[in-house]
């Protein structure tokens, strides 16, 4: 790795379809190299054959031989770079018809970086040249932010959830105690126009009592007066004569009433307590509730 050609050596040895080190490497008739198990997957389930790289098609399926020659260099690559950590795993990846869209059709290698300015893939040459003051970075970390940002944003909408519930839960208390109140104030409403109903059947029981004790005092006048006219009897005369210069007690009964209508005033007084109770207790829960 220490030198300078380690670098450009190893993206010759690199297989342009796992974007690995070559392991038992094969070369086309084209003259590309494969792992043998990505070009042999390559061609699986398929009647046309086919470069991954240059798309040169073949008139039959090649006859695949490891190339011992490619394959002693590689080995002694990873030998002299004391196999580094990036070329100990061998990673397959799924064929794909556009093998171009992942390889750079400037140098012909793999699309591994990300170019932050420009928004686009680039691979390692192009970071030595016109991307070089550009802000690159590996697309397996581009990768890592945008899983990390998943996660974030499925956190929040979790949050959110977990408030929400909790602030209707509140709400629902809030609101249930608000209706309390009306019904606690429908109440207290009732209640008062039947103790007015109470009253005003009380005022007219006294007054029909009090009629009744006056029609039975004039009729025993009206009786007296009969028995009078119609008496000789001179000393019975006088003495009813004497007892009838009494009045009775009697009062004028023309502007006396029980009113038929529920007192409006009281009631008015009553409904203009309950709105301000109702509103001061809605704003109250309003402002509990941040709403």
């Known amino acids: 790795m220490a030198s300078s050609?380690?670098?450009?050596?190893?993206?010759?040895l690199q297989?342009?379809?796992?974007?690995e080190v070559l392991t038992d490497p094969v070369t086309t008739s084209c003259g590309h190299n494969f792992c043998r198990t990505c070009l042999t997957k390559c061609w699986t389930d398929t009647q046309t054959f086919f470069c991954p790289l240059c798309k040169e098609n073949f008139s039959k399926r090649p006859d695949l031989k490891i190339n011992t020659t490619l394959r002693e260099v590689v080995q002694h690559f990873k030998e002299k770079l004391n196999l580094v950590p990036r070329l100990k795993k061998?990673?397959?990846i799924n064929p794909v018809?556009?093998?171009?869209?992942?390889?750079?059709?400037?140098?012909?290698?793999p699309l591994e970086l990300f170019c932050r300015d420009d928004q686009t893939c680039v691979c390692l040459p192009c970071t030595e040249g016109e991307h070089r003051t550009h802000n690159t970075v590996p697309i397996e970390e581009m990768i890592q932010d945008r899983m990390k940002k998943i996660q974030e944003i499925q956190h929040s909408v979790e949050l959110r959830k977990r408030n929400t519930e909790e602030e209707s839960s509140t709400s629902v208390d809030h609101f249930t105690d608000l209706i309390c109140s009306i019904?606690?104030?429908?109440?207290d409403l009732l209640k008062m126009m039947e103790?007015?109903?109470?009253?005003?059947?009380?005022?007219?029981?006294?007054?029909?009592?009090?009629?009744h004790q006056e029609i039975t005092a004039l009729k025993r006048r009206n009786t007296e007066l009969e028995q009078l006219s119609h008496t000789e009897d001179h000393l019975h005369l006088i003495q009813m004569s004497s007892s009838l210069n009494t009045r009775p007690h009697?009062?004028?009964?023309?502007?006396?009433?029980i009113d038929s209508d529920v007192n409006v005033n009281s009631l008015k007084r009553a409904l203009t307590e309950l709105k301000k109770t109702?509103?001061?207790n809605l704003n109250e829960k309003l402002i509990q509730t941040g709403m």
């Open 5 to 12: 050609s380690g670098p450009s050596l190893n993206e010759e």
């Open 15 to 19: 297989c342009s379809i796992c974007l």
């Open 90 to 92: 061998h990673k397959l």
């Open 97 to 109: 018809e556009n093998l171009e869209d992942y390889i750079c059709q400037k140098h012909e290698r």
């Open 183 to 187: 019904e606690r104030c429908q109440s």
């Open 195 to 211: 103790e007015q109903q109470k009253a005003a059947e009380k005022q007219a029981e006294d007054l029909i009592k009090e009629l």
């Open 250 to 257: 009697t009062k004028n009964w023309t502007e006396i009433r």
């Open 278 to 280: 109702l509103h001061g």
